[in-house]
């Protein structure tokens, strides 16, 4: 059976592949501040009556008008789409606050998006709701792809094998003393803790010393509201609305954009020249000869912190988890490491990495287990088919 993946009004195509937190509370929200609209029911009545040769994907319906079933995805998104699955297949689609979103289940009908073109199923159409409000405007899914393209390329540079090798050994002694802090014994959450130490390893790594230095309880703070910015509430609201995490979100996006004017501008003005990230930002250009401006500098350095600190944060949080119910595990990982790096336990050295078999199949098993991103989203803008049995 052939369908098509599109419609005239604005249609989100969404793969799943994994879990996130539920914001019940934003989505309910939605329902009190967004009142129905007439051009609702024209748009639902001028799809049944131009649709009549298309074939489309299963359409859950919903009692609720507008709103849909967001309710019920905020709620318990997994629960939601595999309850859709057993009943609608792979391919299936439902309305949330107005707008119809097409979900593509399994690797199979994945392939239909993975496989597209971004002028087909576009990505800065979905993302910039999400992106702008944190990360700024002018960066990331706020410009044009091929400008996009140039400053992934500008971060690119900075992020090499050379560096790497010696972020390895900043990442240890970062680890080494945010531990020693813990003392003997105690409980505490290992989410929260491993988020706290990826954002001080990879600002470390990627920001420089300046800013790195600037890290406290505050800023670490700071950049927890930012990412609380990425959220069922984000996408599925307008931006403008008194929502309390909107609110943390704008008012971090001023201080850090802030604490990170001022870095750039001493860096500038003391014409010193340091290997980071930092450095490669302030001497990159685009193709036309343009130097990158202080705010895209900062854009730029907001999302790279951001961009990989959940999916590390929570795929740590998981391996973890799994090795704290397998004590045999954790002495094989543990024999694993001392046979490699020795009893004495030397500063890690980055060749060290590729002899630890046994761990890198756990944080596989893990990924695989407990994959970070729930969706990948796109907006249609062209007609789709996906092809079903």
Known sequence: MSMHLYEMSSRLLGVTVGKVNDNLTSVVLAASVITLTLGYFSKLLLKQSSDKDQKYPPYIPSSIPFLGHAIAFGKSPIEFLENAYEKYGPVFSFTMVGSTFTYL???????????SKNEDLNAEDVYSRLTTPVF?????????????????KMLKTGLNIAHFKEHVKIIEAETLEYFQRWGDSGERNLFEALSELIILTASSCLHGKEIRSMLNERVAQLYADLDGGFSHAAWLLPGWLPLPSFRKRDRAHREIKNIFFNVIQKRRQSGEKVDDILQTLIDATYKNGRPLNDNEIAGMLIGLLLAGQHTSSTTSAWMGFFLARDKALQQRCYAEQKAVCGEELPPLDFDQLKDLGLLERCLKETLR?????????????SPQSFFSP
């Open 105 to 115: 289940l399994g690797s199979e009908a994945a392939t239909l998006m993975f496989n």
């Open 136 to 152: 700024g405007k002018g960066v990331a899914y706020d410009v044009p792809n091929p400008i996009f393209l140039e400053q992934k």
């Open 369 to 381: 287990l407990r994959p970070p991103i729930m969706t990948m989203m796109r907006m249609a803008r």
